[in-house]
C-alpha cells in the first residue's frame, strides 16, 4: 500500500506562489475579494505562510514557506471529528466528506497548522470564472470544512487509467496540482513507503524536517531546510 | 405528614396561600415582561434566519478564530446551569433545614438554562440540517459526542429532579385550584400523599440527589475536555476539568442568588427568601471565589513558569495584549469586587450580595471568552492576515435572545407551578422541627452514668477549682 507525502526543499523554492495559483484552480477554490480575506475567509490550501525576516529594513530577507495541509499520520483533526467527516485512509491521505460534515469547525481548531478552511458563505466566482470550474472536484456548499487533498481526484484517475490498460500504477503518474506547477522542481511528490521512490530519498537528506515536528503529528510533508 | 387529602376535602393551605398567588392571578407587568421579552426572542430569531440563510459569515468569526460567542455561550449557559440541581442536591444530603424554600427556585434555572447551552452549540453549527449525523455516524472518539452523552444524561436527571419534588405541590393545584384541572391531574399521577407514597417520594428524591452530583461534575468535566482534548496552547491542560466545574459552581451560585432576588422582589415572598438565605448563599459564593482564584492562579502560573512560547503568546495576548481588557476586567469582576462585599457581614446584605451575583455573572462570562477566543487568535504557525475577532450583531442579539427566552421560560414556569415548594415547607413546620432537635441531640455524647470511683461531680474530679 502506497503512503504518499512530499517534499519541499527550501533551497529551490522562490516563493513564486504558482503552487497557491495551480491550487485554487484545481480545486475550485472561491476568490472571497480582499474584504473577506481580511477577515480571514479566504480559501489557501496551499498558502504561503510568512516567517520574520532577517535583517533591517529596507534590505529584508523574507522568507516564506509554501504549506499544504500535512496529511499527517497522526492527525489532530481526525480525533475529534463526531461525525467522521474527516478521516485518515490507508494511503496515508487525510480526506474530508464535504457531504457528511456538520460545520462544527471542531476540526479547524483542533488543527496545530490551521491548514482547514470553512465555507463562511455560499462560494461564488465573478463571471466568467463560474464557467471555468473542475468538473473532478466538487463544489462545496456553504456552512461545511474544506482543505487540501493531495488532490485526491488525481489519484482516482491515475489509478482508473491504470486499471483500464490492466496495469499497476507507474511513479510519477499521480501528482498533486501544487507538485506539477512548481516551475524550479521545489516539491517532489510519490510513494514514502517505497525506499527507492524519489521522494523517499529526498525525505533522507541531512537536511529534512518537519514542521511543528515535536507535536507528534508526524506530518508527511517534509521541507528541506534552507543553507549549504 | 403533610398533604394526606384522602376522599376528605384538602385542608386550606392559609399559611402559604401566597405561594398560590402567582398562579392564580395575573397582573399587567406580566404581560409587559413578556412582551418585553418576547420582542427580544423575535429579534433573535431574525437574526439566526439572517445567518440560517447567508451562513456563517454574517459572525465576525474567520480563520483562526473558528469560534466566537456561540462557543462562549454554550460554556457559560451550561456552566449556570450548575446552579440548581448540584447546589439543591448537596443541600438535601447535608439536610441543611434552610433549603427548603430555595430548592424549587435553583432546579429550575438547571433544567431551562441548559437548552439553551445546546442550543448555542447548534446555532453554531454550519450545517444544522444535518445534525441528525451524529447519530448515524457518531463517533466516540470525538469528545462533542462525550457531551453529547453526558449533557443527554444531566438533562434527563435534572428534569427528573426537578419534576419528582414538584409531584406533591401538582396534587395541591390539582385539589386547591380550578385552573387547569386535567393539565394538573395529569402530571400529578395520582398522588394523594399516603405515609406509603410520601416514602417513595422521599427515597428516590435522595437516591437521586446522590446520583445527580457526579453526573454535573462530569458534565462540565466533558465540556472542558472539548478544549483540553486539543493540543492547543492554553487549551491543553490537565486542570481544565476541574477549573471548569469551579466556575460552573461559582457562576451557578451567583444566577441563584440574582433569580431568588427577582422572585422575592416581583411576588413579594419576602418571608421564603429571608436575608439568611442571601447571607448563606452569599457566604457560598465567596468560597467559591476564593476557589475559583486558586485555579486561575494555578493555571497561569503554571504556564508562566514553563514559559513555553506558544503558550506565552497566549499568556501576553491576555495579561497585556488584545484582551488585557477582558482579563483584568474578570479579575476585579470574580475576585476582586465580590470579595469585598461578601467577606464583610455589614455589606452582605440581600443588596449587597445581588451586586457581587451580577458582577461574577459579568466576570465569569469573560472568563469563557477569555478561554475559547485567545488560543485561537494567536495560531502557533505565523499567518498571513491577523484577525482580530468582534462579534457582530448577529452574535450580540443571539446572546441577547437566549437569555431573554431563558427569563421568560423562567417566568412561565412561576406562573404555573408554585417556584417554593410547599409541601417542603409545610412539611419544615410540621416535621423537621422536632426532627432537627433530634437529629441535633444524635450528635452531642449520650450523658452516662459515671462509672464506679469517679466523682458525679466532673469538674471537681479534674481539679477544676469551685
Known sequence: MAKW???????????????????QA???????????????????????????????????????????????????????????????????????????CIGCRYCTTACPYTARYFNWTKPQWPEPM???????????????????????????????????????????????????????????????????????????????????????????????REGD | ??????????????????????????????????????????????????????????????????WGFYITNFVFFIGISHAGTLISAVLRILGAEWRRTITRSAEVITVMVILFGVGNVLIDLGRPDRLMNIIYHGRFQSPLLWDVCSITVYLTMSTAYLYLPLIPDIAILRDHTNKWHWFYRMLALGWTGTPRQMRVLERIISVMAIIVIPVAVSVHTVISFIFAMTIQ?????AIFGPYFVVGAIFSGIAALICAMAL????????????????NNLGLMLLAMCFA?????????????????????????????????????TMVVTCFVIPVAILSRKRTRTIAGTVIASISVNIGMYLERFIIVVPSLSQPRLPHASSVTYSPTWVE????????????????????????????????????SIAEVTERLKSYLPEPQSAPPGVSTRPLESMGVAQ
Open chain 1, 5 to 23: 507525502g512530499m517534499t519541499i526543499d527550501l533551497d529551490r523554492c522562490t516563493a513564486c506562489q504558482a503552487c497557491v495559483t495551480a491550487c
Open chain 2, 233 to 237: 496552547p492554553m487549551w491543553h491542560s
Open chain 2, 292 to 328: 475559583w482564584f486558586y485555579f486561575t492562579v494555578s493555571e497561569f502560573l503554571t504556564t508562566f513558569y514553563g514559559n513555553e512560547p506558544a503558550h506565552m503568546a497566549i499568556f501576553w495576548m491576555k495579561i497585556s495584549g488584545p484582551f488585557a481588557t477582558h482579563f483584568w
Open chain 1, 26 to 100: 484545481e480545486n475550485n477554490l472561491p476568490p472571497t475579494g480582499p474584504e473577506e480575506a481580511d477577515r480571514g475567509r479566504s480559501f489557501t490550501w496551499m498558502e504561503m505562510i510568512p516567517f520574520a525576516g532577517e535583517g533591517e529594513h529596507p534590505k529584508v530577507l523574507e522568507r516564506l514557506l509554501p504549506r499544504p495541509c500535512f496529511h499527517c499520520e497522526n492527525p489532530p483533526c481526525v480525533k475529534v471529528c463526531p461525525v467522521g467527516a474527516t478521516f485518515l485512509n490507508e494511503e496515508g491521505i487525510v480526506g474530508q466528506i464535504f457531504s457528511r
Open chain 2, 263 to 278: 422572585i422575592r422582589w416581583v411576588y413579594h415572598l419576602d418571608e421564603y427568601f429571608k436575608k439568611l438565605h442571601f
Open chain 2, 396 to 431: 450580540w442579539s443571539i446572546l441577547a435572545g437566549c437569555t431573554a427566552a431563558f427569563i421568560l421560560m423562567y417566568v412561565l414556569f412561576t406562573k404555573v407551578f408554585p417556584i417554593v415548594s410547599i409541601w417542603e415547607v409545610q412539611e419544615g413546620r410540621e416535621k
Open chain 1, 130 to 224: 463560474g464557467k471555468a470550474l473542475d468538473p473532478d472536484v466538487s463544489v462545496r456548499p456553504k456552512g461545511v470544512v474544506e482543505k487540501c487533498t493531495f488532490c485526491h481526484h488525481r489519484l482516482q484517475n491515475a489509478r482508473d487509467n491504470a486499471r483500464a490498460e490492466n496495469r499497476p500504477l507507474k511513479p510519477g503518474e499521480y501528482t498533486p496540482a501544487c507538485v506539477e506547477s512548481c516551475p524550479t522542481k521545489a516539491m517532489v511528490f510519490g510513494d514514502m513507503a517505497d525506499p527507492n521512490s524519489e521522494v523517499s530519498k529526498s525525505a533522507n537528506s541531512r537536511r529534512a524536517y518537519r514542521l511543528l515536528e515535536d507535536l507528534g503529528t508526524k506530518p508527511k510533508v517534509i521541507y528541506l
Open chain 2, 1 to 66: 405528614m403533610s398533604v394526606a387529602f384522602q376522599k376528605q376535602p384538602p385542608p386550606p393551605i392559609k399559611e402559604d396561600a401566597i405561594l398560590l398567588e402567582p398562579i392564580l392571578h395575573t397582573g399587567g407587568r406580566f404581560y409587559f415582561t413578556v412582551s418585553v421579552l418576547l420582542a427580544i426572542i423575535a429579534f433573535a430569531v431574525f437574526a439566526y434566519s439572517t445567518q440560517f440563510r447567508k451562513g456563517l459569515g454574517v459572525t465576525g468569526l474567520g480563520r483562526p478564530v473558528y
